[in-house]
């Protein structure tokens, strides 16, 4: 279960929360702090809400920006651990599990998609759950009952091999995975008000100019822009200095069956930490 709420760290900014088709799309979410659940904020409301919205899919295929490696790599393992991948925070949050079970099944199959499309891959035991996948999980689904497979990033590589990536898993889609992409709408951590003691509701014109050229860009399916957004969107590399927290975007958005997407939330923390997750059905 999910303990109670820590007052008093909201977002600074929000904007209405959309509905979507959920079984029919895909998702990428930012999943803040690990404090997230344990923090009041509209961005663990929604994602709460998101999980009651989707129902229960078959498993998930979750793809964090905290696990790398140099192919494509799927954790295999039937009991994935809960990693505390972060160092620093209350005790308390190194004592919470997520012990929902893996799939060794479906991490083969994944791979065996990915192979088929000219992309090596490798399925792998022993590899757990870090905070990119269990910390919103844990908001979404708070049972722990869904099996969970992690699919990797690959260092080294951009946009459009992260594109093709997840159009090779656009057929799990049907079979009934939810497929989510992990990581951060913005991820410039130099940048963050960690103390909150900025001016209440400002969000400096960096942060927005670069997230609302994204929703616009992303309603539109302007995947020439989307790919090539560092050389193209508003602010991009002072809102990600590198690129892991980004890329599962685009892992989630080539597994759509449409290439568009909807933003479903915005918020953002810290001044500089936004929140948005969108669906692309």
Do not use: C
């Amino acid at each position: 279960m999910v303990p109670a709420p820590d007052p008093g760290h909201g977002s600074l900014f929000s904007i209405q929360t959309a509905t979507t088709d959920a079984m029919a799309s895909t998702f990428f979410i930012s999943h803040g702090a690990p404090s997230m659940p344990v923090t009041e904020s509209p961005a663990r409301d929604f994602l709460a809400s998101l999980g009651r919205e989707i129902g229960r899919p078959r498993a998930i295929l979750m793809v964090s920006a905290h696990f790398q490696a140099r192919v494509p790599t799927l954790g295999a393992d039937p009991n994935p651990e809960t990693v505390h991948d972060f160092h620093g925070f209350p005790d308390a949050l190194y004592e919470l599990q997520y012990p929902a079970p893996g799939d060794p099944g479906l991490a083969l199959e994944v791979a065996s998609l990915l192979v088929q499309e000219g992309l090596p891959a490798e399925a792998v035991p022993g590899r757990g759950l870090d905070h990119g996948a269990w910390v919103p999980l844990m908001l979404m689904f708070p049972r722990a009952d869904i099996p969970v497979v992690q699919l990797s990033l690959v260092r080294g590589q951009g946009p459009d091999y992260h594109l093709r990536l997840g159009a090779a898993l656009s057929g799990l889609v049907e079979d009934g995975v939810l497929v989510i992409g992990s990581g951060g709408m913005t991820h410039n951590l130099r940048e963050l008000d960690w103390q909150g003691a900025g001016p209440k509701g400002h969000v400096p014109p960096w942060v927005t100019g670069f997230t609302d050229w994204f929703a616009t860009r992303l309603a539109a399916g302007d995947l020439a822009d989307l790919v090539d957004y560092r050389s193209r969107a508003p602010y991009a590399e002072r809102n990600h200095p590198t690129e892991e927290h980004f890329l599962p975007l685009f892992v989630a958005l080539g597994a759509s069956a449409n290439r568009r997407g909807r933003r479903l939330h915005a918020s953002v923390q810290m001044a500089a930490l936004a929140m948005d997750a969108y669906s692309f059905e």
